[in-house]
């Protein structure tokens, strides 16, 4: 993977990395349920440095998590497309929605976090690393 790219819906948001992704993770808690408007939320892991947001409409819903910190929940204020989140759990990474990608085909989920909230129908392959909350660090 030589570049990272992506945008929202309207494409006013448009990013990029060079850095290769850390992981892949699918989220079902319920936050992400409710942001994404579906049943959970596909995330790829880039470091924070050399990731480059262009936005004229970008804005930020401060979340607050479980834990109780911080996660900043980035999305175009004029499409309303969820396109990132930064997490001051891990500030050295941006949380990109899959979604987003310009060329999404080759996300793999390494993981699925917050099985505990994952919706019954559901299904998680057979072998699929699951977590009931977050991986412990």
């Not at 050399?50 to 819903?61: D, I, K, P």
Request: proline share 7%; glycine share 8%.
């Amino acid at each position: 993977m030589n570049e990272i790219k992506g945008g929202c819906l309207c494409g006013n948001v448009r990013y990029e990395t060079t850095q290769a992704p850390l992981m892949s993770a699918v989220c079902h808690c319920t936050h992400c349920q409710k942001q994404s408007g579906s049943a959970f939320s596909t995330n790829v892991v880039v470091p924070a440095a050399g990731f480059n947001v262009t936005a004229s409409t970008l804005a930020t819903f401060n979340d607050v998590g479980e834990s109780g910190l911080s996660v900043k929940r980035h999305f175009c204020s004029h499409c309303g497309s969820p396109v990132y989140t930064e997490l001051d759990a891990n500030p050295g990474v941006a949380v990109l929605k899959a979604g987003t990608l310009d060329d999404p085909s080759w996300v793999r989920p390494q993981v699925h976090m917050w099985r505990c909230s994952a919706q019954p129908w559901v299904p998680v392959a057979e072998g699929t690393v699951c977590f009931e909350h977050n991986p412990e660090a």
